[in-house]
Protein backbone atom coordinates (compact mmCIF):
# COMPACT_ATOMS: atom_id res chain seq x y z
CA UNK A 1 0.00 0.00 0.00
CA UNK A 2 1.67 3.42 -0.87
CA UNK A 3 0.23 6.77 -1.12
CA UNK A 4 1.48 9.22 -4.09
CA UNK A 5 0.89 13.32 -3.50
CA UNK A 6 1.75 15.29 -6.60
CA UNK A 7 0.71 18.37 -7.60
CA UNK A 8 2.68 20.76 -5.49
CA UNK A 9 4.97 23.96 -7.05
CA UNK A 10 5.64 27.63 -6.97
CA UNK A 11 3.07 29.62 -6.58
CA UNK A 12 2.80 33.60 -5.98
CA UNK A 13 0.20 34.82 -3.42
CA UNK A 14 -3.42 34.70 -4.64
CA UNK A 15 -2.93 31.81 -7.09
CA UNK A 16 -4.31 28.15 -6.62
CA UNK A 17 -3.28 24.57 -6.99
CA UNK A 18 -4.33 21.58 -6.94
CA UNK A 19 -2.88 18.51 -4.96
CA UNK A 20 -3.49 15.09 -5.73
CA UNK A 21 -2.87 11.83 -3.83
CA UNK A 22 -3.07 8.73 -5.33
CA UNK A 23 -3.33 5.15 -3.86
CA UNK A 24 -1.60 2.06 -5.16
CA UNK A 25 -2.79 -1.57 -3.53
CA UNK A 26 -5.99 0.20 -2.21
CA UNK A 27 -9.05 2.40 -2.79
CA UNK A 28 -9.85 5.21 -0.28
CA UNK A 29 -12.70 3.74 1.56
CA UNK A 30 -12.53 5.35 4.96
CA UNK A 31 -10.73 8.85 6.09
CA UNK A 32 -8.39 10.42 4.18
CA UNK A 33 -6.28 13.61 5.54
CA UNK A 34 -4.34 16.26 3.83
CA UNK A 35 -1.42 17.59 6.70
CA UNK A 36 1.32 20.33 6.04
CA UNK A 37 4.92 20.61 7.91
CA UNK A 38 6.66 23.99 7.68
CA UNK A 39 10.29 24.38 8.21
CA UNK A 40 10.76 24.50 11.74
CA UNK A 41 7.32 23.60 12.25
CA UNK A 42 5.31 20.43 13.37
CA UNK A 43 2.80 18.49 10.77
CA UNK A 44 -0.72 19.72 11.37
CA UNK A 45 -3.89 18.87 9.58
CA UNK A 46 -5.08 20.64 6.85
CA UNK A 47 -8.06 18.77 5.59
CA UNK A 48 -9.76 15.97 6.37
CA UNK A 49 -12.83 14.02 4.49
CA UNK A 50 -14.48 11.03 5.53
CA UNK A 51 -15.97 7.78 4.20
CA UNK A 52 -19.10 9.88 3.73
CA UNK A 53 -17.41 13.02 2.08
CA UNK A 54 -17.90 14.99 5.40
CA UNK A 55 -14.89 17.22 5.47
CA UNK A 56 -13.41 19.22 8.07
CA UNK A 57 -10.70 22.01 7.76
CA UNK A 58 -8.06 23.64 9.61
CA UNK A 59 -9.28 27.09 10.31
CA UNK A 60 -6.40 28.94 8.74
CA UNK A 61 -7.46 27.22 5.48
CA UNK A 62 -11.42 27.10 5.86
CA UNK A 63 -13.08 28.86 2.80
CA UNK A 64 -9.70 28.51 0.73
CA UNK A 65 -9.02 24.91 0.61
CA UNK A 66 -11.33 22.01 -0.50
CA UNK A 67 -10.64 18.41 -0.27
CA UNK A 68 -12.56 16.11 -2.34
CA UNK A 69 -12.94 12.91 -3.50
CA UNK A 70 -11.96 11.54 -7.14
CA UNK A 71 -13.91 9.82 -9.88
CA UNK A 72 -11.33 7.06 -9.40
CA UNK A 73 -11.47 5.50 -6.12
CA UNK A 74 -7.73 5.73 -5.14
CA UNK A 75 -7.68 9.65 -5.50
CA UNK A 76 -8.37 12.71 -3.28
CA UNK A 77 -7.69 16.19 -3.64
CA UNK A 78 -7.00 19.15 -2.40
CA UNK A 79 -7.29 22.51 -4.20
CA UNK A 80 -6.13 25.50 -2.93
CA UNK A 81 -7.27 29.06 -3.36
CA UNK A 82 -6.21 32.04 -3.03
CA UNK A 83 -2.46 30.68 -1.40
CA UNK A 84 -0.80 33.16 1.09
CA UNK A 85 3.15 32.39 2.01
CA UNK A 86 2.23 30.83 5.27
CA UNK A 87 0.77 28.25 3.45
CA UNK A 88 4.54 27.46 2.38
CA UNK A 89 5.12 23.83 3.54
CA UNK A 90 4.83 19.83 2.63
CA UNK A 91 2.17 18.94 2.32
CA UNK A 92 1.06 15.02 3.15
CA UNK A 93 -1.57 13.27 2.07
CA UNK A 94 -2.64 9.91 5.01
CA UNK A 95 -4.95 7.65 5.47
CA UNK A 96 -5.69 3.99 7.53
CA UNK A 97 -5.17 0.75 5.75
CA UNK A 98 -3.57 -1.37 8.90
CA UNK A 99 -2.53 1.59 11.10
CA UNK A 100 -1.78 5.20 9.59
CA UNK A 101 -0.19 5.25 5.76
CA UNK A 102 1.71 8.03 4.98
CA UNK A 103 2.26 9.91 1.40
CA UNK A 104 6.40 11.08 0.72
CA UNK A 105 4.58 14.76 0.90
CA UNK A 106 4.98 17.28 -2.17
CA UNK A 107 6.38 20.91 -1.65
CA UNK A 108 4.25 24.39 -2.13
CA UNK A 109 6.29 27.25 -1.94
CA UNK A 110 3.88 30.47 -2.21
CA UNK A 111 5.79 33.90 -2.91
CA UNK A 112 4.74 37.25 -1.44
Known sequence: VQL???GGGVVRA???LTLA????GITFKGLVGWYRQALGDKRELVALISSRSETEYNYSVKGRFTISRGNAK??????M???KPE????YYCMTYYN???WGQGTLVTVSS
Open 87 to 90: DTAV
Open 74 to 79: NTVYLR
Open 81 to 83: NNL
Open 4 to 6: QAS
Open 21 to 24: CTAS
Open 14 to 16: GES
Open 99 to 101: GEV
